[in-house]
Nanobody, 114 residues
Framework: QVQLVESGGGLVQAGGSLRLSCTAS????????MGWYRQAPGNQREWVAS???????NYADSVKGRFTISKVNTKNTVYLQMNSLKPEDTGAYYC????????WGQGTQVTVSS
């Protein structure tokens, strides 16, 4: 069992930045892909970004060029740097890991005001 704990959400104006963090309860980064989904009210959960155990990153088209995913293996932590935020980025952001069973964090809320 792995626990994922997110932090860093909040309220920001359009054009601003936030950095989300997700820390795992044990070292899984060496063999797991980590990533982020988001879910706006009334919408389905949407994949945002991922980073493989080898460090390859992928992004949804809607965030490409604005968001950056990274990780620090020794801290068991993955980050999502979000710049040039837009109101449509508003939602609950969930961290996940894929290294066998998929694990999810509890989510952190991001609200972008116009």
């Amino acid at each position: 069992q792995v626990q994922l704990v997110e932090s860093g959400g909040g309220l920001v104006q359009a054009g601003g930045s936030l950095r989300l963090s997700c820390t795992a309860s044990r070292n899984i980064f060496s063999f797991s892909t980590m990533g982020w989904y988001r879910q706006a009210p009334g919408n389905q959960r949407e994949w945002v970004a991922s980073i493989t155990s080898g460090g390859t990153t992928n992004y949804a088209d809607s965030v490409k060029g604005r968001f950056t995913i990274s990780k620090v293996n020794t801290k068991n932590t993955v980050y999502l740097q979000m710049n040039s935020l837009k109101p449509e980025d508003t939602g609950a952001y969930y961290c996940y890991s894929d290294g066998g069973p998929r694990y999810w964090g509890q989510g952190t809320q991001v609200t972008v005001s116009s």
